[in-house]
């Protein structure tokens, strides 16, 4: 059974309301989660993203070893510089150059095993690891929306969007790993922006808010304006070979059968079909023009017009 591309998109959906959800349930019941359990629901959404994209013809096996190969040299980068300059980090730009390229669900495949991998690479294991791996996985995917929306253009408007995406997505991983920490390592105190049980919405809200202002801002600041100046130097040549890839490897050839005559020709009529662009003719199957349509339509007829 081949499955339709609206399926990826109820999928991610569903993945991220329950991703949103064990960021925002300690804010009223406390830090409870096991981490291996959040690290293995993540595993689990990013390989059935990446099946859906495989069966949806989306990702390819030759294509998938270039996202491997991608991930292991983005979460090397961590290995090289785990905390950057204050909240800058490079491993950001290709998780972001690749969701805009390969679209959403494989955005967020990228970011959130860039982190595992990471992870295993530094002795990174931790209860902030799933967090980590969501965040990481939100940012691509926001990328490939963004790839999306633009038709993946190589113009310096659509970089111009990628890069506020950076700059937009520094500043949410920041304050999502915060909401993460904060019932963790701030609750039970006697302060104003301390995190406590049972207080009321707006309340936690503004305290949060508060916390956040406080102790992160300046930190997530650096991180997104390195997103965005790493992609408005780099973001289209490393855009540009991430298409040919993209092009090369997602290119499939249909034949055509042969007609019910034995035509042997018929079978060279070969077809190559982008998933983006769908069927488009080849060899001698290229568009012609009304004449010379008309010319080959006579000469067919007087063919087999002709006696045995």
Same mark, same amino acid.
């Given at each position: 059974m081949?499955?339709?591309?609206?399926?990826?998109?109820?999928?991610?959906?569903? $993945?991220?309301?329950?991703?949103?959800?064990?960021?925002?349930?300690?804010?009223?019941?406390?830090?409870?989660? /096991?981490?291996?359990?959040?690290?293995?629901?993540?595993?689990?959404?990013?390989? !059935?993203?990446?099946?859906?994209?495989?069966?949806?013809?989306?990702?390819?096996?030759?294509l998938?070893?270039?996202?491997?190969?991608?991930? @292991?040299?983005?979460?090397?980068?961590?290995?090289?510089?785990?905390?950057? $300059? %204050?909240?800058?980090?490079?491993?950001?730009? &290709?998780?972001?150059?690749?969701?805009?390229?390969?679209? +959403?669900?494989? *955005?967020?495949?990228?970011?959130?095993?860039?982190?595992?991998?990471?992870?295993?690479?530094?002795?990174?294991?931790?209860?902030?690891?799933?967090?980590?791996?969501?965040?990481?996985g939100?940012?691509?995917? #926001? @990328?490939? &929306? $963004?790839?999306?929306?633009?038709?993946?253009?190589?113009?310096?408007?659509?970089?111009?969007?990628?890069?506020?995406? #950076?700059?937009?997505?520094?500043?949410?991983?920041g304050?999502?790993?915060?909401?993460?920490?904060?019932?963790?390592?701030?609750?039970?105190? /006697?302060?104003?922006?301390?995190?406590?049980?049972?207080?009321? +919405? %707006?309340? &936690?809200?503004?305290?949060?808010?508060?916390?956040?202002v406080?102790? /992160?801002? $300046?930190?997530?600041?650096?991180?997104?304006?390195?997103?965005?100046?790493?992609?408005? !130097?780099?973001?289209? +040549?490393?855009?540009?070979?991430? &298409?040919r890839?993209?092009?090369?490897?997602?290119?499939?050839?249909?034949?055509?059968?042969?007609?019910?005559?034995?035509?042997?020709?018929?079978?060279?009529?070969?077809?190559?079909?982008?998933?983006?662009?769908?069927?488009?003719?080849? *060899?001698?199957?290229?568009?012609?023009?009304? @004449?010379?349509?008309?010319? /080959?339509?006579?000469?067919?007829e007087?063919?087999?017009?002709? +006696?045995?």
């Open positions: 081949t499955l339709t591309r609206p399926v990826e998109p109820i999928v991610f959906g569903l $993945v991220s309301l329950a991703g949103l959800g064990a960021f925002v349930l300690p804010l009223w019941s406390g830090p409870r989660a /096991s981490t291996g359990l959040l690290v293995s629901f993540v595993v689990a959404a990013v390989a !059935l993203l990446l099946a859906l994209a495989l069966q949806t013809h989306r990702l390819s096996a030759r998938a070893a270039v996202l491997a190969a991608l991930i @292991a040299v983005d979460a090397a980068l961590r290995l090289a510089a785990v905390v950057g $300059v %204050a909240g800058f980090s490079p491993i950001f730009f &290709l998780i972001l150059v690749c969701g805009y390229v390969f679209g +959403p669900g494989i *955005g967020f495949a990228m970011g959130a095993l860039t982190l595992l991998l990471s992870a295993v690479f530094t002795a990174g294991f931790g209860p902030w690891l799933p967090y980590q791996m969501l965040g990481c939100w940012v691509g995917a #926001g @990328a490939g &929306l $963004v790839g999306s929306a633009m038709g993946r253009r190589l113009s310096r408007p659509p970089m111009l969007v990628l890069a506020g995406w #950076g700059i937009a997505s520094g500043f949410a991983f304050a999502l790993l915060d909401l993460w920490q904060w019932p963790l390592f701030v609750g039970g105190q /006697s302060t104003s922006i301390s995190w406590a049980a049972g207080l009321p +919405p %707006a309340e &936690l809200l503004r305290r949060f808010g508060t916390f956040y406080a102790t /992160s801002l $300046v930190y997530d600041s650096f991180r997104a304006g390195g997103n965005a100046i790493l992609i408005l !130097l780099l973001g289209q +040549p490393v855009v540009a070979a991430l &298409l890839f993209r092009r090369r490897f997602l290119v499939e050839w249909e034949g055509l059968p042969a007609n019910m005559l034995g035509d042997a020709r018929a079978g060279a009529a070969d077809t190559v079909r982008d998933p983006e662009r769908g069927p488009e003719p080849a *060899g001698n199957d290229r568009p012609r023009s009304a @004449a010379g349509l008309a010319r /080959s339509a006579a000469g067919a007087a063919a087999d017009q002709t +006696p045995p």
